[in-house]
């Protein structure tokens, strides 16, 4: 999905954020938000980010020091972040 996601296949993120099979772990979650965020698909990225909200309602206050972390790459750090900050989030 972060392939995807990081080359402006945003159906093809969505898709596969969608089929990740983690409900209780927010990456997926906010894969799936990004890419409906940046699709326009404000219902499927409300939901995506109430589910991320019910398992950390403080992630956004760590989001960045949690993917750092877990090394993922600052460009799609930034991809996310923007996805989300874009559309309110």
């Known amino acids: ?3 995807h996601l990081a080359h402006g296949h945003l159906e093809a993120a969505f898709d ?5 099979d983690a ?6 979650h906010l894969v ?3 890419a409906a965020a940046l699709l326009g ?8 980010m109430q589910a991320l909200l019910a398992i950390d309602a403080e992630y956004f206050n760590h989001l960045v020091e949690d ?6 790459h600052p460009y799609l750090i ?3 972040l923007g ?4 559309h309110g989030y």
Do not use: C, K
């Open 1 to 3: 999905a972060l392939y």
């Open 16 to 20: 596969e954020a969608r089929m990740i």
């Open 23 to 28: 409900p209780h772990v927010v990456y997926g």
């Open 32 to 34: 799936t938000a990004a």
């Open 41 to 48: 698909r404000s219902a499927d990225a409300n939901t995506s």
């Open 67 to 72: 993917l750092r972390a877990r090394n993922l």
């Open 78 to 80: 930034s991809l996310l």
């Open 83 to 86: 996805a989300l900050s874009a």
